[in-house]
Structure formats: structure tokens, C-alpha cells
């Protein structure tokens, strides 16, 4: 057996294990061990080490590898949105498991968790959907890069960041201020005869919380713009999705820019953000209901998975179907330690794909013809403004 | 040219202004109508001086500005609509007053000549008052006359008139008031020669010298207000040049003046108001100025972030072209508006709730279709709000507002389905019942039209004897007896807390709610104090009689018991005299004896046979006649011995009382045997072994 067999089917048994033992556990532990010793030596002997699942069949490298022809999981795999997995010499035992650990949330249903921002680290491996690459998309980008609007978000992103603070240390939720930058945002949106979409590049990772709120407003105003709401309905919109992870100011520290992999019991906690930031604004305001709604459940997927776990079995709110569909591309296309910021269209791809189970197809379609129809603007954080051509 | 409406001024004048200004008016027209010296002349201005003393008294000066067919004073603009005060207003307006200035001390000699002068209409032959002469004007000590000099007028462009025919140049004369208003303090006489600077940079240093004169700045407030609201009602040539004068003004106006103003010059409502007129109208940087001005004055806070905030989007809508302008302009108008709305609420809290809402409910329903129009239904999502609440522990302001939608859409039984099926560990329950557990909520429940008496029996249950009151409404305007019923069980278990609140409503009440609530206390253990059944035993309808005496008559007091009696067998309504009957077979009061006696002969046979019952129990010979009477047939005039009456419930019932208290009595011995050898069996049953 050469080594990229051995090798994947050493990983097919952890994630058995997975299944069966919880972390800790001494078999499980073991067969990660085992694994991890098998990639070791794959990555020893071989400079090229990419794995691709498609159409149950397995890749390394350019070579198809017959002999895991119907290999239960490379579909399983594919399935979940890894087609392709890349390992650099850099990869060490933790970041192994946290690539198993993702991979393995996905099997059960829980979706593309964007809360995790691994900060301060990258990883060893990359992973994610395959596309065919599209030179022009990438290309028509850059072009729009350039054709801009003089308009600062700087006022902005600082604004948001201001108000986070307010409400980690004094409890208090500037609405006011959640309203205006909302206004400032639409603004920007509106500032050429067709709607373009400021959305903001994360430079450095501990600037993720900010520059995700705000492009996830942006996106989640264009979207209910798209479907045809209007006016006061669209800034509510917009004001959910800029408060979606508010309940991120109450989840500590230490974990939230924890360099590595979650324990269960530091997952259990991160995924309380969702509870948190509901209460943080049920408390502030009658007329927040939607963007307490959307907080609560933007983790919630059309299929019910996801998390928190309702009590009252319900399907989601439309304005978490909307702001969840915003949530997950805004996450896709930045940057983590783990992987590169995908194209917008690897990341249309995978939305397309999983309309129906994860994403509301109500929403899913139009957000995938608005954002091939609409020009997007990046941004840069560190000095977030966008200069007239 | 069409006026404010009156809907739309910020507050009323106090009462004593109003008074005064309404007798400014009367006298003005009787110190013209009638000669110098008549009484009626006399008494109006002695009326008018009396009730000018205690206003000067208070403020030491008076100021009323002049603006056509409304005055200003102290920053309320009077009613266009009021007859009586437009009149007053056009009358100083066409003297080409721009404002009236009454100081202290102010004789009512002084106030005479400024009558009589007034009082004379100006025209051909008269000239206005305020283009007289200075030492004209200047005749008072204690009373001033700012001139409205029309000069500036000519100005007025021509196509503004075209545009609004009629408008008569009101925007320019507010404008004219303010500056005659404005400059008249402390300005050099020179400066007046000719009417007041109409410069905006004039007037703002003008206001910005007169530093300690409250009346003065509510006056000049009084005028930005009536200008702002011009300004957002108005367009065309007139209002541009306006707009430009008004902006240039609170440019030139320093931020400590344009504060003052805002602190002294009005109540919140004066300075909000014109901050929503002139946020609607004004270049968005003197809004932002106002409006930080104004947050200092009313001690508002507003975060740095916010003002950044404001003043990008300032920025943007002054000087982007294209697309951004006009968009950064409407953002930061409605930021400014909800800034405004968040002033003008109380801090929400449980007590102000509701007006919470209320302004809420406006503000969603006030705009009508179009832009702003909210087209997601939030009612739907009450469920999901009262099940977050629950699942999350939070019940605060958000899911109470939902629990609120929910019962006003009559989902009660639903919401009591959420709760019981609560976590086991949320405390959301539990704050949600102490929440519904309320007097108010009881008495809202049973307003409904469809009532969901098992819900609010729940309610009750957790809400004790503070139920009682509106349970007892509701029994008043509940309109079917099975409700009545089961409102009065409720009540009825909720102890002898609910009598003296029984005992209050019962005077007042409609004949139905005094029934059932003297069943109501009938039911209690104990009587609550100080009630007696007595004056209902004399109620018109017998229903009500007829519970207030089988209270008296259950009464463990006696007299009250005997009382009872007396009226119960005095009463036309057979089921009373029944009732009273049965209790005085224990015992009839010596006053009620004749009248059961009587009662033997009444026209209903149950009546007739409890008579009988009771007179049996007298034990006097009178009784025992009676009695022995009803038990004896007519005699024929063959018969030389008595014989019994044909055997009938009353004949036996008399024959058995007979058996039972004289048996050894000589007559109606022979009575008795006759019985017993009757062969029948009732009859020899009625006797017994007697």
C-alpha cells in the first residue's frame, strides 16, 4: 500500500472513531496518532501533497488512485464542501485535528461555522471546494477595484468598533449609532447609478469581528434590496446584520482569538454567542426584534442544523434565512488561518450546492444572481477608503 | 397663504397668558367702540390691567412678537384659527408692530394710551404706530413698541407671489419680526433709524450681546420656531432667500449664544420642534450644529461616534456630487429625526410602557405607503419573541411587547401553551406570569369580546384578592348568566377579601350586579363591616329584595333575622313571603303574627299550608281559633255536631299543629278525636298518637 493510501485510510479510521469516542478518548486518540504519524511520512516522502475528491474518485496530486475507487469517504467528503485538501510541510498534529474536527461537524449536520477565527495562526492544511478557475471573474475584480467612489468607511468601522466596546464594558447597545452607520453604509451602496457592494478586506485577523458586521450588513441590505423590500425594512435588515454576532463582546478573550483548536468545552462557549447577543438586545429595545431574532439563529440552517437547539421546534425567520446566507459567503471569502479567502464564485459555487439543505433557495438564488450582477467593492480595513478612480 | 395648523404648535400658552391676551383683544375693541371715559371702557381696562400685574409681577417683562395673525410669546406662537387673537394680532400687525414689550411697574394710565392708540384703526388718515415718530413711540416708561419697518420688502421677489398667491410675504415679515425683535435691545440708536439691521450677521450679534434677558431669547426662539416651521411648509423664491438668511444666521450665531438660546428660549418640546423643522429644511451643517447645541442644552448625550457619524454623512450630502449627495442627505436627516424621537421618549421602563408603544404604533402607522413603509409584519413574530424569551431566559421589554401582541390578538390560550411548555430550568415562566398577573390584565381579558374564562381563571389564581375589583366590573358587564355564574364562583373563592369591595360597588350598581353581589357576601363567611342587607330589602326589584332578605334572614343577629321576617311576609313577591315563611316556622316575631295568620287565607296553596305552619306555632288562643276553624267543615243546619272539613293540605296542617301544642286542650280535643275516627288515613295520620 503506498503512503497516500495508507495515509487516507488511517484518516477514513479517525473519523470513524470520531464518531464513536468522544475527544479524549483513548482509541480515538490513538487512531489520530496513528494517522497523523501516516501523514508525517506522506509528507516526508512527498513533495506534492494534495488530495482531491470528485465524483468518488480520489486524487494525489495528478494521480487517481484506483485502488479507493468508491472509498466511502471522498464522496462523504465532497459532499460537504472539501474536494480538495492541501498539506505543507508546516503541518503539525493540532491542526491536523482541527481539519478533522470541521470535517466531521459538517458530516453531522452542523454547517460552516463562521465564528471561528483562528487568529493569530495559520495552519498547515487548506481545504474547501474545487472550481474551475475563472481568470475573466477574477479579472472583471480587479478591474472593479479600481472604478470606485470617493466615500470612507474609516468613520465607520470605527463607529462599530466603539459600539462593541460599549457593549462588552457598559452593557449598552448604541442603537442610534447601529442606525446611522446602516445610513452611512446604504450611502455607500447607493453612490453610482447601480448598486455596488463596499465590502471591506480583512487585513489583520484581529479585525475579523468588525469587518465581518459590516460586510455582512452590506450584503444583507443589498439582498433585501434585490428581493424587492424597501426603505425602513431593508435598514432593519441591515441593522441584523451588522448585530449578527454581536454576542461575540460576551464570549471571552482568550477564546475567541484562541491560536488552535477548540476544546469541546471552549466550542460549547463560542457557540453561545448566538443566546448572548439575542439577550443583549432583547433587552435594549422594542424595536430590535429582528435583529434579535437574526442573532439568535444565523447558525441555524433550513435543514435544522446548526446550532443553539431550539426548544420550541420552528423553522427560522426569513431574516436569519437572508442574514445566514450573507453570514457564510462574507465568511468564505476572507482570509483564515486555515485557508485562503476564496474566489467570490468558489464561494457562489458552494451556496448554489448547498441551496435547499443548508440555505433558504428563496434566498440563495437571488443572492447568487445579485452578486454576479452587482460589482463588488473591496476595501481595505487598515485604511478603509475608497478612492475615486 | 395657509397657516401652521393648529395640531402642529408645540404647547398651549398658560392659562393666565391666554386670558390676558383674549381681554387685550376685548378691550382693544371696546376702548374703540365706546367714548374715552365710558364705564364699559373703564372696567375692560381695569380688567386687562389686573390681569397684566401678576404676569409682569412674575417676569418683570412681558414680550409679545408680532407675526401677522399670530402672536409669539415666550416661544408659543398663538392659534392662527383663534378669532379672537388673530384679530388681536392683525390689529398690531397693520400698525406695524413688530413686538410689544411690557416692563414692570407699568401704570394703568400707560396702558390706557397704548389702547387708545391702538384702538384707532391705521389706514388713510391714521398713521401706524410703529411709523410714527421716535418720541411717538418712545412716549411709556414701561411699555416699548419694536416697528416693523416694511422697507426690506421690496426685496420680496415677485415670483414667490405668483407662486403662492395670498401668501403676502409672511416668511420676509417673520424674518422683519425677528430682526426688530432682535435688535431693539441694547443696539445703538443710530442703528433704528431706519428699522432694523436685516443683516443675519447683525441680528446674530445682536443676540448674541443680550446676554441675561430670558424673555428676550424665549422671544427670539419664538421667531426661529415660527421661521422653521415656514421654512419646511414652504418653497419658491421667498423661502430660498429665507432659507439662506436662517442658515446664515445660526451660522453667524457663536455655539455658547445658539446654546443659551436653546436653554432659555423654550421648553424641550419648543427646542425639538424646531429642531424637526429645521432638520427638515435647513443645510445639513447648521442642523448638526443645532442639534449639538441642543444636546447640551437638554443635558442629552451623544457619543462622539454618533457625531463622527453625522458629520461624514454632513459632509458628504454638502459636498459629493452624483448619487452620494442626495442619499448621505436623506441618512442623515431621518438620523437626525430618530435622535429627536429618542429625546422625546422617556427612558422605557415598565411605568412609561405604554406610551413606548403607543409612539411606536404612531410612528409605524403614521407614514402611509411609499419608502418608508415597514412591510415585515412584526406582530407575526410574537410567538417566536415570547419563545426566545423563554428558551434564553430573557424576558424583558422585547418579549412583554410580544406577550402584549399576542393577547390583543386574542392568542391567550397559546401563550399559556408556550409557557407551561417552558424549559424546566427558565425562569422566563415565571417572569412572564408576573407579568400577566396583573389587575389591569384581568380586567383586559374580560373585555374581550370572546373570554377565555379558563385562561383568566388562571390568571386569578395566581392573582388572589387583587382580582377582585375587576371581576366585580366584569360581573356588572358580563352578559350571560353563565358568565355572571362563573365569575361570581371565582370571586366567591376568593374569600372575604372581595367584601368590602363588594360592599363598595353594591350602591351604585345596576339591580343585577346589587343581586349578585349580595350573594357574593352572602357567600362569605363573615359580613364585611358595616354592611346591612336592610336597604336592598327595600329595592324596587324584587330580585334584589329578595337576596337582601334571605340575608337578614340568615343573619345570626336576631332582631335582623326578626326584621327580616317582618318584611319577607309584608312583600307582594310570592317567593319572598315563601322564604320568610319557611324561616319563621322556627320562630315569628310577635309583629308578624297577625300577618301570617292572614297569609292562611292567601290566594297560593304553598303559601296557605307555611301559614299554617307557622301560626301553629304560636301557642295563642287566638291561633288555636284559627287553627281549629280551618279544620271544621260548614255545619248544616241538621247537624247538631261539628264535623271536619274535607281533608286538604291546610286541614292537615292545621289538624298536626293542633295534635302538637294542644292536645290537651278541651276544643280541640274534640277536634282531634273527630280526626281519629275519621277512617281516613290521612287525616288520623295528621293527628298521630296525640
Same mark, same amino acid.
Given at each position: 500500500?503506498?503512503?497516500?493510501?495508507?495515509?487516507?485510510?488511517?484518516?477514513?479510521?479517525?473519523?470513524?472513531?470520531?464518531?464513536?469516542?468522544?475527544?479524549?478518548?483513548?482509541?480515538?486518540?490513538?487512531?489520530?496518532?496513528?494517522?497523523?504519524?501516516?501523514?508525517?511520512?506522506?509528507?516526508?516522502?512527498?513533495?506534492?501533497?494534495?488530495?482531491?475528491?470528485?465524483?468518488?474518485?480520489?486524487?494525489?496530486?495528478?494521480?487517481?488512485?484506483?485502488?479507493?475507487?468508491?472509498?466511502?469517504?471522498?464522496?462523504?467528503?465532497?459532499?460537504?464542501?472539501?474536494?480538495?485538501?492541501?498539506?505543507?510541510?508546516?503541518?503539525?498534529?493540532?491542526?491536523?485535528?482541527?481539519?478533522?474536527?470541521?470535517?466531521?461537524?459538517?458530516?453531522?449536520?452542523?454547517?460552516?461555522?463562521?465564528?471561528?477565527?483562528?487568529?493569530?495562526?495559520?495552519?498547515?492544511?487548506?481545504?474547501?471546494?474545487?472550481?474551475?478557475?475563472?481568470?475573466?471573474?477574477?479579472?472583471?475584480?480587479?478591474?472593479?477595484?479600481?472604478?470606485?467612489?470617493?466615500?470612507?468607511?474609516?468613520?465607520?468601522?470605527?463607529?462599530?468598533?466603539?459600539?462593541?466596546?460599549?457593549?462588552?464594558?457598559?452593557?449598552?447597545?448604541?442603537?442610534?449609532?447601529?442606525?446611522?452607520?446602516?445610513?452611512?453604509?446604504?450611502?455607500?451602496?447607493?453612490?453610482?447609478?447601480?448598486?455596488?457592494?463596499?465590502?471591506?478586506?480583512?487585513?489583520?485577523?484581529?479585525?475579523?469581528?468588525?469587518?465581518?458586521?459590516?460586510?455582512?450588513?452590506?450584503?444583507?441590505?443589498?439582498?433585501?434590496?434585490?428581493?424587492?423590500?424597501?426603505?425602513?425594512?431593508?435598514?432593519?435588515?441591515?441593522?441584523?446584520?451588522?448585530?449578527?454576532?454581536?454576542?461575540?463582546?460576551?464570549?471571552?478573550?482568550?477564546?475567541?482569538?484562541?491560536?488552535?483548536?477548540?476544546?469541546?468545552?471552549?466550542?460549547?462557549?463560542?457557540?453561545?454567542?448566538?443566546?448572548?447577543?439575542?439577550?443583549?438586545?432583547?433587552?435594549?429595545?422594542?424595536?430590535?426584534?429582528?435583529?434579535?431574532?437574526?442573532?439568535?439563529?444565523?447558525?441555524?440552517?433550513?435543514?435544522?442544523?446548526?446550532?443553539?437547539?431550539?426548544?420550541?421546534?420552528?423553522?427560522?425567520?426569513?431574516?436569519?434565512?437572508?442574514?445566514?446566507?450573507?453570514?457564510?459567503?462574507?465568511?468564505?471569502?476572507?482570509?483564515?488561518?486555515?485557508?485562503?479567502?476564496?474566489?467570490?464564485?468558489?464561494?457562489?459555487?458552494?451556496?448554489?450546492?448547498?441551496?435547499?439543505?443548508?440555505?433558504?433557495?428563496?434566498?440563495?438564488?437571488?443572492?447568487?444572481?445579485?452578486?454576479?450582477?452587482?460589482?463588488?467593492?473591496?476595501?481595505?480595513?487598515?485604511?478603509?477608503?475608497?478612492?475615486?478612480? | 397663504?395657509?397657516?401652521?395648523?393648529?395640531?402642529?404648535?408645540?404647547?398651549?400658552?398658560?392659562?393666565?397668558?391666554?386670558?390676558?391676551?383674549?381681554?387685550?383683544?376685548?378691550?382693544?375693541?371696546?376702548?374703540?367702540?365706546?367714548?374715552?371715559?365710558?364705564?364699559?371702557?373703564?372696567?375692560?381696562?381695569?380688567?386687562?390691567?389686573?390681569?397684566?400685574?401678576?404676569?409682569?409681577?412674575?417676569?418683570?417683562?412681558?414680550?409679545?412678537?408680532?407675526?401677522?395673525?399670530?402672536?409669539?410669546?415666550?416661544?408659543?406662537?398663538?392659534?392662527?384659527?383663534?378669532?379672537?387673537?388673530?384679530?388681536?394680532?392683525?390689529?398690531?400687525? @397693520?400698525?406695524?408692530?413688530?413686538?410689544?414689550? #411690557? *416692563?414692570?411697574? /407699568?401704570?394703568?394710565?400707560? !396702558?390706557?394710551? =397704548? $389702547?387708545?392708540?391702538?384702538?384707532?384703526?391705521?389706514?388713510?388718515?391714521?398713521?401706524?404706530?410703529?411709523?410714527?415718530?421716535?418720541?411717538?413711540?418712545?412716549?411709556?416708561?414701561?411699555?416699548?413698541?419694536?416697528?416693523?419697518?416694511?422697507?426690506?420688502?421690496?426685496?420680496?421677489?415677485?415670483?414667490?407671489?405668483?407662486?403662492?398667491?395670498?401668501?403676502?410675504?409672511?416668511?420676509?415679515?417673520?424674518?422683519?419680526?425677528?430682526?426688530?425683535?432682535?435688535?431693539?435691545?441694547?443696539?445703538?440708536?443710530?442703528?433704528?433709524?431706519?428699522?432694523?439691521?436685516?443683516?443675519?450677521?447683525?441680528?446674530?450679534?445682536?443676540?448674541?450681546?443680550?446676554?441675561?434677558?430670558?424673555?428676550?431669547?424665549?422671544?427670539?426662539?419664538?421667531?426661529?420656531?415660527?421661521?422653521?416651521?415656514?421654512?419646511?411648509?414652504?418653497?419658491?423664491?421667498?423661502?430660498? @432667500?429665507?432659507?439662506?438668511?436662517?442658515?446664515? #444666521? *445660526?451660522?453667524? /450665531?457663536?455655539?455658547?449664544? !445658539?446654546?443659551? =438660546? $436653546?436653554?432659555?428660549?423654550?421648553?424641550?418640546?419648543?427646542?425639538?420642534?424646531?429642531?424637526?423643522?429645521?432638520?427638515?429644511?435647513?443645510?445639513?451643517?447648521?442642523?448638526?450644529?443645532?442639534?449639538?447645541?441642543?444636546?447640551?442644552?437638554?443635558?442629552?448625550?451623544?457619543?462622539?461616534?454618533?457625531?463622527?457619524?453625522?458629520?461624514?454623512?454632513?459632509?458628504?450630502?454638502?459636498?459629493?456630487?452624483?448619487?452620494?449627495?442626495?442619499?448621505?442627505?436623506?441618512?442623515?436627516?431621518?438620523?437626525?429625526?430618530?435622535?429627536?424621537?429618542?429625546?422625546?421618549?422617556?427612558?422605557?421602563?415598565?411605568?412609561?410602557?405604554?406610551?413606548?408603544?403607543?409612539?411606536?404604533?404612531?410612528?409605524?402607522?403614521?407614514?402611509?405607503?411609499?419608502?418608508?413603509?415597514?412591510?415585515?409584519?412584526?406582530?407575526?413574530?410574537?410567538?417566536?419573541?415570547?419563545?426566545?424569551?423563554?428558551?434564553?431566559?430573557?424576558?424583558? *421589554?422585547?418579549?412583554?411587547?410580544?406577550?402584549?401582541?399576542?393577547?390583543?390578538?386574542?392568542?391567550?390560550?397559546?401563550?399559556?401553551?408556550?409557557?407551561?411548555?417552558?424549559?424546566?430550568?427558565?425562569?422566563?415562566?415565571?417572569?412572564?406570569?408576573?407579568?400577566?398577573?396583573?389587575?389591569?390584565?384581568?380586567?383586559?381579558?374580560?373585555?374581550?369580546?370572546?373570554?377565555?374564562?379558563?385562561?383568566?381563571?388562571?390568571?386569578?389564581?395566581?392573582?388572589?384578592?387583587?382580582?377582585?375589583?375587576?371581576?366585580?366590573?366584569?360581573?356588572?358587564?358580563?352578559?350571560?348568566?353563565?358568565?355572571?355564574?362563573?365569575?361570581?364562583?371565582?370571586?366567591?373563592?376568593?374569600?372575604?377579601?372581595?367584601?368590602?369591595?363588594?360592599?363598595?360597588?353594591?350602591?351604585?350598581?345596576?339591580?343585577?350586579?346589587?343581586?349578585?353581589?349580595?350573594?357574593?357576601?352572602?357567600?362569605?363567611?363573615?359580613?364585611?363591616?358595616?354592611?346591612?342587607?336592610?336597604?336592598?330589602?327595600?329595592?324596587?326589584?324584587?330580585?334584589?329584595?329578595?337576596?337582601?332578605?334571605?340575608?337578614?334572614?340568615?343573619?345570626?343577629?336576631?332582631?335582623?333575622?326578626?326584621?327580616?321576617?317582618?318584611?319577607?311576609?309584608?312583600?307582594?313577591?310570592?317567593?319572598?313571603?315563601?322564604?320568610?315563611?319557611?324561616?319563621?316556622?322556627?320562630?315569628?316575631?310577635?309583629?308578624?303574627?297577625?300577618?301570617?295568620?292572614?297569609?292562611?287565607?292567601?290566594?297560593?296553596?304553598?303559601?296557605?299550608?307555611?301559614?299554617?305552619?307557622?301560626?301553629?306555632?304560636?301557642?295563642?288562643?287566638?291561633?288555636?281559633?284559627?287553627?281549629?276553624?280551618?279544620?271544621?267543615?260548614?255545619?248544616?243546619?241538621?247537624?247538631?255536631?261539628?264535623?271536619?272539613?274535607?281533608?286538604?293540605?291546610?286541614?292537615?296542617?292545621?289538624?298536626?299543629?293542633?295534635?302538637?301544642?294542644?292536645?290537651?286542650?278541651?276544643?280541640?280535643?274534640?277536634?282531634?278525636?273527630?280526626?281519629?275516627?275519621?277512617?281516613?288515613?290521612?287525616?288520623?295520620?295528621?293527628?298521630?298518637?296525640?
Amino acid at each position: 500500500m503506498s503512503d497516500p493510501i495508507r495515509f487516507l485510510l488511517s484518516m477514513g479510521h479517525v473519523l470513524s472513531a470520531m464518531s464513536l469516542y468522544d475527544r479524549g478518548h483513548p482509541a480515538r486518540e490513538r487512531a489520530l496518532d496513528d494517522s497523523f504519524e501516516h501523514l508525517l511520512e506522506l509528507i516526508g516522502d512527498h513533495s506534492e501533497r494534495e488530495f482531491t475528491f470528485v465524483d468518488r474518485e480520489v486524487v494525489f496530486h495528478r494521480q487517481v488512485l484506483r485502488d479507493l475507487k468508491d472509498w466511502e469517504w471522498a464522496a462523504r467528503l465532497a459532499g460537504v464542501g472539501i474536494e480538495r485538501v492541501e498539506f505543507d510541510d508546516a503541518v503539525v498534529r493540532e491542526d491536523y485535528e482541527e481539519f478533522l474536527r470541521d470535517a466531521f461537524h459538517r458530516f453531522k449536520g452542523d454547517g460552516f461555522d463562521t465564528t471561528e477565527a483562528r487568529y493569530m495562526r495559520r495552519t498547515g492544511i487548506r481545504y474547501g471546494p474545487i472550481a474551475v478557475e475563472q481568470k475573466i471573474d477574477e479579472a472583471a475584480e480587479l478591474i472593479a477595484s479600481t472604478a470606485t467612489i470617493a466615500y470612507s468607511l474609516q468613520d465607520d468601522v470605527e463607529t462599530i468598533e466603539w459600539m462593541h466596546q460599549q457593549v462588552q464594558e457598559r452593557g449598552n447597545l448604541p442603537l442610534l449609532e447601529a442606525e446611522t452607520v446602516v445610513r452611512s453604509l446604504s450611502t455607500a451602496m447607493h453612490s453610482q447609478k447601480e448598486i455596488i457592494l463596499p465590502l471591506l478586506q480583512l487585513k489583520e485577523f484581529d479585525q475579523y469581528t468588525t469587518t465581518h458586521a459590516t460586510n455582512v450588513a452590506v450584503l444583507t441590505m443589498a439582498l433585501a434590496e434585490y428581493v424587492g423590500l424597501h426603505g425602513r425594512d431593508v435598514r432593519a435588515m441591515g441593522v441584523a446584520g451588522l448585530l449578527h454576532d454581536l454576542g461575540k463582546v460576551r464570549i471571552p478573550k482568550e477564546i475567541l482569538v484562541k491560536p488552535g483548536a477548540f476544546t469541546d468545552e471552549e466550542r460549547k462557549v463560542m457557540q453561545r454567542h448566538p443566546d448572548e447577543g439575542a439577550r443583549i438586545i432583547m433587552g435594549r429595545d422594542v424595536r430590535l426584534e429582528v435583529p434579535a431574532i437574526v442573532a439568535y439563529e444565523h447558525h441555524i440552517m433550513l435543514n435544522g442544523g446548526g446550532y443553539p437547539s431550539m426548544h420550541y421546534q420552528r423553522p427560522t425567520h426569513i431574516a436569519s434565512r437572508l442574514v445566514h446566507i450573507c453570514d457564510v459567503y462574507d465568511a468564505l471569502c476572507t482570509n483564515r488561518p486555515y485557508r485562503d479567502a476564496w474566489s467570490s464564485e468558489k464561494a457562489l459555487l458552494l451556496i448554489e450546492e448547498q441551496s435547499g439543505a443548508d440555505f433558504d433557495p428563496h434566498f440563495a438564488r437571488p443572492f447568487l444572481a445579485m452578486m454576479r450582477e452587482h460589482r463588488t467593492q473591496p476595501v481595505r480595513f487598515a485604511n478603509p477608503v475608497v478612492t475615486a478612480a | 397663504m395657509k397657516q401652521p395648523e393648529a395640531s402642529q404648535q408645540p404647547q398651549t400658552l398658560s392659562r393666565e397668558l391666554s386670558v390676558f391676551l383674549v381681554q387685550f383683544s376685548i378691550s382693544l375693541h371696546k376702548v374703540g367702540a365706546y367714548p374715552a371715559n365710558h364705564p364699559v371702557v373703564t372696567e375692560s381696562v381695569e380688567s386687562m390691567y389686573s390681569k397684566l400685574v401678576p404676569l409682569l409681577a412674575e417676569r418683570g417683562l412681558l414680550t409679545l412678537g408680532v407675526a401677522r395673525n399670530q402672536l409669539i410669546v415666550e416661544g408659543t406662537a398663538t392659534d392662527p384659527d383663534s378669532a379672537v387673537l388673530a384679530d388681536l394680532a392683525e390689529r398690531l400687525h @397693520r400698525h406695524q408692530i413688530g413686538a410689544l414689550r #411690557l *416692563l414692570e411697574g /407699568l401704570s394703568g394710565q400707560e !396702558l390706557h394710551d =397704548l $389702547l387708545t392708540l391702538l384702538s384707532s384703526e391705521s389706514g388713510r388718515d391714521e398713521v401706524p404706530l410703529g411709523l410714527r415718530p421716535k418720541d411717538e413711540i418712545d412716549r411709556w416708561h414701561h411699555i416699548e413698541v419694536v416697528p416693523l419697518t416694511f422697507e426690506e420688502l421690496q426685496l420680496s421677489d415677485s415670483e414667490s407671489d405668483q407662486d403662492h398667491p395670498g401668501a403676502g410675504g409672511q416668511q420676509s415679515q417673520l424674518w422683519l419680526g425677528l430682526a426688530a425683535a432682535a435688535m431693539r435691545v441694547d443696539v445703538p440708536e443710530d442703528d433704528l433709524q431706519d428699522g432694523p439691521s436685516l443683516a443675519a450677521e447683525d441680528i446674530a450679534a445682536a443676540i448674541a450681546e443680550n446676554r441675561d434677558d430670558h424673555s428676550y431669547d424665549r422671544v427670539i426662539v419664538g421667531y426661529l420656531s415660527q421661521l422653521g416651521h415656514e421654512l419646511k411648509l414652504r418653497s419658491g423664491a421667498e423661502a430660498k @432667500r429665507l432659507h439662506e438668511q436662517v442658515t446664515q #444666521l *445660526l451660522q453667524s /450665531l457663536d455655539y455658547s449664544t !445658539l446654546k443659551r =438660546l $436653546l436653554e432659555v428660549g423654550g421648553d424641550r418640546k419648543v427646542r425639538n420642534r424646531m429642531l424637526e423643522d429645521f432638520s427638515a429644511s435647513l443645510p445639513v451643517q447648521a442642523v448638526l450644529d443645532l442639534v449639538k447645541a441642543a444636546a447640551d442644552a437638554d443635558e442629552q448625550n451623544i457619543s462622539h461616534s454618533l457625531i463622527r457619524m453625522l458629520s461624514k454623512l454632513a459632509d458628504h450630502a454638502d459636498a459629493s456630487h452624483g448619487l452620494i449627495g442626495p442619499h448621505a442627505d436623506d441618512g442623515f436627516r431621518d438620523s437626525i429625526q430618530a435622535l429627536l424621537d429618542g429625546w422625546n421618549l422617556e427612558d422605557p421602563n415598565p411605568e412609561t410602557y405604554t406610551e413606548v408603544l403607543q409612539h411606536l404604533s404612531l410612528a409605524e402607522t403614521g407614514d402611509g405607503p411609499g419608502e418608508d413603509t415597514q412591510v415585515i409584519d412584526l406582530g407575526e413574530e410574537a410567538v417566536r419573541i415570547v419563545q426566545m424569551g423563554l428558551e434564553l431566559d430573557a424576558v424583558g *421589554l422585547t418579549v412583554t411587547h410580544a406577550v402584549d401582541t399576542m393577547l390583543e390578538e386574542g392568542r391567550f390560550t397559546e401563550l399559556l401553551e408556550l409557557v407551561d411548555g417552558a424549559p424546566e430550568a427558565s425562569s422566563g415562566s415565571a417572569a412572564i406570569w408576573e407579568y400577566l398577573a396583573s389587575p389591569e390584565r384581568v380586567r383586559m381579558l374580560l373585555a374581550q369580546d370572546e373570554q377565555d374564562i379558563e385562561g383568566v381563571q388562571r390568571v386569578l389564581e395566581r392573582l388572589g384578592a387583587e382580582a377582585t375589583e375587576p371581576l366585580i366590573n366584569a360581573l356588572a358587564s358580563a352578559k350571560s348568566r353563565a358568565m355572571r355564574h362563573r365569575l361570581l364562583s371565582t370571586l366567591t373563592a376568593l374569600g372575604s377579601g372581595v367584601g368590602p369591595i363588594a360592599m363598595a360597588h353594591l350602591p351604585e350598581a345596576e339591580w343585577f350586579v346589587q343581586r349578585n353581589l349580595l350573594i357574593l357576601i352572602g357567600s362569605l363567611t363573615d359580613w364585611p363591616e358595616g354592611f346591612t342587607p336592610e336597604p336592598y330589602a327595600a329595592n324596587s326589584d324584587a330580585r334584589v329584595r329578595r337576596e337582601a332578605v334571605k340575608l337578614m334572614l340568615q343573619s345570626k343577629d336576631l332582631s335582623m333575622r326578626d326584621e327580616g321576617i317582618q318584611l319577607g311576609l309584608a312583600d307582594d313577591d310570592e317567593s319572598i313571603v315563601r322564604m320568610a315563611l319557611t324561616t319563621a316556622i322556627n320562630g315569628c316575631p310577635q309583629p308578624a303574627q297577625r300577618r301570617a295568620m292572614d297569609l292562611m287565607d292567601d290566594d297560593d296553596g304553598d303559601i296557605r299550608v307555611l301559614a299554617t305552619r307557622v301560626v301553629g306555632t304560636f301557642g295563642s288562643t287566638r291561633a288555636r281559633e284559627v287553627l281549629i276553624q280551618r279544620t271544621l267543615g260548614k255545619r248544616r243546619w241538621w247537624q247538631r255536631r261539628p264535623r271536619l272539613a274535607t281533608p286538604d293540605p291546610e286541614m292537615l296542617t292545621a289538624l298536626s299543629a293542633l295534635a302538637t301544642h294542644w292536645a290537651e286542650d278541651a276544643s280541640a280535643a274534640d277536634i282531634l278525636d273527630l280526626a281519629r275516627r275519621s277512617g281516613n288515613q290521612d287525616v288520623v295520620a295528621a293527628v298521630g298518637d296525640a
